[in-house]
C-alpha cells in the first residue's frame, strides 16, 4: 500500500509540474511581440455580429493593420467562420473591417471557414500554401497566442506572436481565467491533437 501511494503521488506531481509548466509557458509566449518580416499577419477570428466586428476581434485586426502598416508583412490573411445564420463569417467581416480603415483590398484574404481555433488554421493552410506563404504572425489575444502557435507549426508554418496589448481580452477581471482556460487547452491538444471544445473566451 505504501507502495502505490508513493507511486501515485509521484504521477501526481509530475502532473502538476507539467499543468505549471504549461502555465508559465503560456504566460510568457503571451507576453511576447514577435514582429519579424513574413509572409503574411494572420488574424485569429472572434465573434462579429452581421459584420461589425466584435470589440475583441477589432482590438486583433486593429493590431494587425499596425503590423502591416509597420512593413512586418506585405498582406494579412482574416480567418473564422460564421454560425448558422449569419449573414458574413468572421474571416470576411475582418476583411472587411480592414479595408474600411484604408489597407488596400489587393492586401487582403479572407477565409470564411472554421469553427474553432484548430479548424480554422487548417482552413487557411491550403490558402497560404497555394500562395507559398510560410512565414507568419500570428495575431490573437495574449493567453491564446500559445495554443495557436503550437496549432500553426504543427500545420508546417514559420510562426511568430505578436498578441493584442488593449481592449477586453486583456483586462485584469479576465486574464488569469483566460490564462488558465488556454492552459488546459494546450494539454488537451498536446495529448490529443484536436480541439478542446472547451467553449467560448472568457470574455
Same mark, same amino acid.
Given at each position: 500500500?505504501? +507502495? =502505490?501511494?508513493?507511486? $501515485?503521488?509521484?504521477?501526481?506531481?509530475?502532473?502538476?509540474?507539467?499543468?505549471?509548466?504549461?502555465?508559465?509557458? &503560456? #504566460?510568457?509566449?503571451?507576453?511576447?511581440?514577435?514582429?519579424?518580416? %513574413?509572409? %503574411?499577419? &494572420?488574424?485569429? #477570428?472572434?465573434?462579429?455580429?452581421?459584420?461589425?466586428?466584435?470589440?475583441?476581434?477589432?482590438?486583433?485586426?486593429?493590431?494587425?493593420?499596425? $503590423?502591416?502598416?509597420?512593413?512586418?508583412?506585405?498582406?494579412? /490573411?482574416?480567418?473564422?467562420?460564421?454560425?448558422? !445564420?449569419?449573414? +458574413?463569417?468572421?474571416?470576411?467581416?475582418?476583411?472587411?473591417?480592414?479595408?474600411?480603415?484604408?489597407?488596400?483590398?489587393?492586401?487582403?484574404? *479572407?477565409?470564411?471557414?472554421?469553427?474553432?481555433?484548430?479548424?480554422? =488554421?487548417?482552413? %487557411? *493552410?491550403? /490558402?497560404? %500554401? *497555394?500562395? !507559398?506563404?510560410?512565414?507568419?504572425?500570428?495575431? +490573437?489575444?495574449?493567453?491564446?497566442?500559445?495554443?495557436?502557435? =503550437?496549432? *500553426?507549426?504543427? $500545420? #508546417?508554418?514559420?510562426?511568430?506572436?505578436?498578441?493584442?496589448?488593449?481592449?477586453?481580452?486583456?483586462?485584469?477581471? &479576465?486574464?488569469?481565467?483566460?490564462?488558465?482556460?488556454? +492552459?488546459? #487547452?494546450?494539454?488537451?491538444?498536446?495529448?490529443? !491533437?484536436?480541439?478542446?471544445?472547451?467553449?467560448?473566451?472568457?470574455?
Amino acid at each position: 500500500m505504501r +507502495t =502505490l501511494l508513493r507511486y $501515485l503521488g509521484g504521477v501526481a506531481l509530475v502532473g502538476l509540474l507539467v499543468v505549471v509548466g504549461t502555465w508559465v509557458r &503560456v #504566460g510568457q509566449i503571451g507576453d511576447r511581440d514577435e514582429r519579424a518580416a %513574413a509572409d %503574411a499577419v &494572420v488574424v485569429l #477570428g472572434a465573434a462579429q455580429y452581421d459584420g461589425d466586428p466584435s470589440p475583441v476581434f477589432r482590438a486583433r485586426l486593429d493590431h494587425a493593420a499596425e $503590423l502591416y502598416r509597420a512593413g512586418v508583412a506585405p498582406r494579412i /490573411v482574416t480567418i473564422g467562420g460564421g454560425q448558422a !445564420g449569419d449573414a +458574413t463569417t468572421e474571416g470576411q467581416s475582418g476583411a472587411d473591417y480592414l479595408a474600411g480603415t484604408g489597407i488596400e483590398e489587393s492586401a487582403l484574404t *479572407a477565409v470564411g471557414q472554421g469553427g474553432d481555433t484548430l479548424a480554422s =488554421l487548417r482552413a %487557411a *493552410a491550403p /490558402v497560404l %500554401a *497555394a500562395n !507559398g506563404w510560410s512565414r507568419v504572425v500570428l495575431v +490573437t489575444d495574449p493567453a491564446h497566442s500559445a495554443r495557436s502557435a =503550437l496549432m *500553426a507549426r504543427d $500545420l #508546417g508554418w514559420v510562426v511568430q506572436t505578436s498578441p493584442v496589448r488593449e481592449g477586453p481580452a486583456v483586462r485584469d477581471g &479576465v486574464r488569469t481565467e483566460y490564462r488558465l482556460r488556454e +492552459t488546459l #487547452g494546450v494539454l488537451y491538444y498536446r495529448v490529443t !491533437g484536436g480541439s478542446s471544445g472547451i467553449g467560448a473566451p472568457v470574455l
